[in-house]
Structures are given as C-alpha cells and as structure tokens.
C-alpha cells in the first residue's frame, strides 16, 4: 500500500525546536521528489521546504531560510523538516507530499505538483 505517514509534531515554546518525520511505504522515497507543506487554521496550504529525487537538491520557503532544514534517510525511507528556532507563527498542521504522478526530478513548492500527501502532524508553537 503506497502511503505516507507524519510523526513527530508537538507543542513546543518559541525558539526551541523539533523534527517531524515523513516515512513512505509502497515507494522508494529517494526517487521521487518530496514536500513539506502547512496549513494554518483559515490560511492557504503553503509550500515549506522540498528535496528533489536522487540528487537531493533543497528548496526553501523564505519565511524558514536559515531554520529549517530538509533531509532523507534513504536507509530508512523517511524524509526529515528540521525545525529550529520556532516561532508562533510556525504553528499549523504540516504535511508531506510525493510527486508520483508527474515524476519530475526537481522538486516545487507548489501543492499542485504533488498527488500523494500524508495525514498531517500539528505543530503549536506557543508560550
């Protein structure tokens, strides 16, 4: 069965950090481009991070430059969102996403180019 399944959220202070997971199963994570996405309640799904298939280039959102760091653990076939120095405004439900469909090698930040997503993790970031 292909799915993806998020862990790793939680309610952290500002400026502490966290980890969420992304682990696949049914597909090879490395070859295929992956996404980080968040919703915050009564706001658009925005694109956060994403790590092209096999040669693993990153992209990042600007609001997350210089705090979050995206990476895989092909042994594992997990992708990681390292999110360091949190802020309130961090806090919403975040997923990732497979580009299955279209294949391409480069990654996006845009949620249209990817058709497989996991359930979500909720991330609150408050004092």
């Known amino acids: 069965q292909v799915q993806l399944v998020e862990s790793g959220g939680g309610l952290v202070q500002p400026g502490r950090s966290l980890r969420p997971s992304c682990a696949a199963s049914?597909?090879?994570?490395?070859?295929?481009?992956i996404g980080w996405f968040r919703q915050a309640p009564g706001k658009e799904r925005e694109g956060v991070s994403c790590?092209?298939?096999?040669?693993?280039?990153?992209m990042y959102a600007d609001s997350v430059k210089g705090r979050f760091t995206i990476y895989r653990d092909n042994g594992k076939n997990t992708v990681y969102l390292q999110m360091n120095s949190l802020k309130p405004y961090d806090t919403a439900v975040y997923y990732c996403?497979?580009?299955?469909?279209?294949?391409?090698?480069?990654?996006?930040?845009?949620?249209?180019?990817?058709?497989?997503w996991g359930q979500g993790t909720q991330v609150t970031v408050s004092s």
């Open positions: 996403a497979a580009d299955r469909l279209w294949r391409e090698q480069l990654c996006a930040l845009r949620a249209r180019r990817y058709d497989t």
């Open positions: 049914g597909f090879i994570l490395v070859n295929y481009a």
């Open positions: 790590i092209s298939a096999s040669d693993g280039i990153t």
